[in-house]
T-cell receptor
Framework: NAGVMQNPRHLVRRRGQEARLRCSPM?????VYWYRQLPEEGLKFMVY????????ESGMPKERFSAEFPKEGPSILRIQQVVRGDSAAYFC?????????????FGPGTRLTVT | DQQVKQNSPSLSVQEGRISILNCDYT??????FLWYKKYPAEGPTFLIS?????DKNEDGRFTVFLNKSAKHLSLHIVPSQPGDSAVYFC???????????????FGKGTKLSVIP
């Protein structure tokens, strides 16, 4: 059973470009969480999605960031007009439907570097 | 405002001895606590958890203790092994309302080094 897949593992973007991060959940999981880890910090919640629905985006910056989880395909975290402060590791975690907090399985992360 | 605090950025322990990692929290609405282990360039891996209705949970070499009145929890690893060397994150979750988001609030992590 494949784990949570994230790609790319490393992404370099110049200021002003767009970054697209992909997350394929574990088989049978229909829920996805996105977290961001800034250097020397813990992971911070960004958004929680089910298929075709954003459930909780309370941790998402109001501008430039968006997320989706279409009926088919991976979940996408999109950052428009990236700035240096967006440089971080972005982790997604997938979860079976309706399960508790311990049922979040993390992917290996995408390390975004903005130059 | 950090709701979950791990005040020790690093800890070194001799192989075979006990490792004790500490975590404090401020949000009294947290009702579930978790420890994750993380190796470089990998995602966090769930290690052990505890509900707020308990004060201890044990799984093999790992035991988590919860002191609700002090808003403090600790992870004990005994005996410590070199393979335990990693960054350990404490995380907490509130009982969700409405749509059921079990978002986790993480501490900054403690880097454990187990010396052979």
């Amino acid at each position: 059973n494949a784990g949570v897949m994230q790609n790319p593992r490393h992404l370099v973007r110049r200021r002003g470009q767009e970054a697209r991060l992909r997350c394929s959940p574990m088989k049978g999981h229909s829920h996805v969480y996105w977290y961001r880890q800034l250097p020397e910090e813990g992971l911070k919640f960004m958004v929680y999605l089910q298929k075709e629905n954003i459930i909780d985006e309370s941790g998402m910056p109001k501008e430039r960031f968006s997320a989706e989880f279409p009926k088919e395909g991976p979940s996408i975290l999109r950052i428009q007009q990236v700035v240096r402060g967006d440089s971080a590791a972005y982790f997604c975690a997938s979860s079976p439907q309706g399960q508790g907090p311990h049922e979040q399985y993390f992917g290996p992360g995408t390390r975004l570097t903005v130059t | 405002d950090q709701q979950v605090k791990q005040n020790s950025p690093s800890l070194s322990v001799q192989e075979g001895r006990i490792s004790i990692l500490n975590c404090d929290y401020t949000n009294s609405m947290f009702d579930y606590f978790l420890w994750y282990k993380k190796y470089p360039a990998e995602g966090p891996t769930f290690l052990i958890s505890i509900s707020s209705i308990k004060d201890k949970n044990e799984d093999g070499r790992f035991t988590v203790f919860l002191n609700k009145s002090a808003k403090h929890l600790s992870l004990h690893i005994v005996p410590s092994q070199p393979g335990d060397s990693a960054v350990y994150f404490c995380a907490a979750s509130e009982r969700p309302s409405g749509a059921g988001s079990y978002q986790l609030t993480f501490g900054k992590g403690t880097k454990l080094s187990v010396i052979p």
